[in-house]
């Protein structure tokens, strides 16, 4: 069965500091990739996806950018944070295309930037 | 474009009552329809999916319809418990090729004993 690992769990940086959030899914093949972020008491905004090693579309111009180096490899990355970064961060996986019915979502990574 | 609209919570209910959450969409063709939960400090985890027209998805007591004459998707559960206090995410993902799935705001769901 297909699963889906992401780290660190919750973690507290200072404005101007380095991120990086991984993320891996294991036991499918070339699978669509997103990251989401869901600020406090607001919906999900979906940050970043993609459909393939090295292919990154963004759907929200900011200080945030993603790299997908592996097949099921996916990292959200930031050289330097703001306040405004701080949120809950989902990484999320579908199956590629047309069948790609489903997302499926890992635990969530808490950042709260200081 | 595609969008989702459902109510605003927070929706507070004792135990055993009755459950409605809304959802209605935006969206060309037919679309995929999806109410995601999330509890409490974790992920969003897929509670329930209906894929074409009048088709029911059903999960842990919980159901919903796809209805294209009303573009509406309602959550129902006929007697909730406390363990359903949650964050309820109705969802759509476009019907051809790549589509990203675009969510609702969230209904927060408290139930009291």
């Known amino acids: 069965s297909q699963t889906i690992h992401q780290w660190p769990a919750t973690l507290v940086q200072p404005v101007g500091s380095p991120l990086s959030l991984e993320c891996t899914v294991e036991g499918t093949s070339n699978p669509n990739l997103y990251w989401y972020r869901q600020a406090a008491g607001r919906g999900l905004q979906l940050l970043f996806y993609?459909?393939?090693?090295?292919?990154i579309s963004s759907e929200v111009p900011q200080n945030l950018s993603a790299s997908r180096p592996q097949d099921r490899q996916f990292i959200l990355s930031s050289k330097k944070l703001l306040l405004s970064d701080s949120g809950f961060y989902l990484c999320?996986?579908?199956?590629?295309?047309?069948?790609?019915?489903?997302?499926?979502f890992g635990e969530g990574s808490w950042l709260t930037v200081v | 474009g595609n969008s989702v609209t459902q109510m605003e919570g927070p929706v507070t209910l004792s135990e055993e009552a009755f459950l409605t959450i809304n959802c209605t969409y935006t969206a060309t063709g037919y679309p995929s329809l999806f109410w995601y939960v999330q509890y409490p400090g974790e992920g969003l985890q897929l509670l329930l999916k209906?894929?074409?027209?009048?088709d029911k998805g059903s999960n842990k007591g919980f159901e919903a319809t796809y209805r294209k004459e009303t573009t509406s998707f309602h959550l129902e559960k006929g007697s909730v418990q406390v363990s359903d206090s949650a964050v309820y995410f109705c969802?759509?993902?476009?019907?051809?090729?790549?589509?990203?799935?675009?969510f609702g705001t969230g209904t927060r769901l408290l139930v009291s004993p």
């Open positions: 993609s459909v393939g090693i090295g292919q």
């Open positions: 999320a996986w579908s199956d590629a295309g047309d069948n790609g019915n489903t997302i499926y």
């Open positions: 209906a894929t074409k027209a009048d």
């Open positions: 969802a759509l993902k476009g019907a051809t090729g790549f589509q990203k799935l675009v």
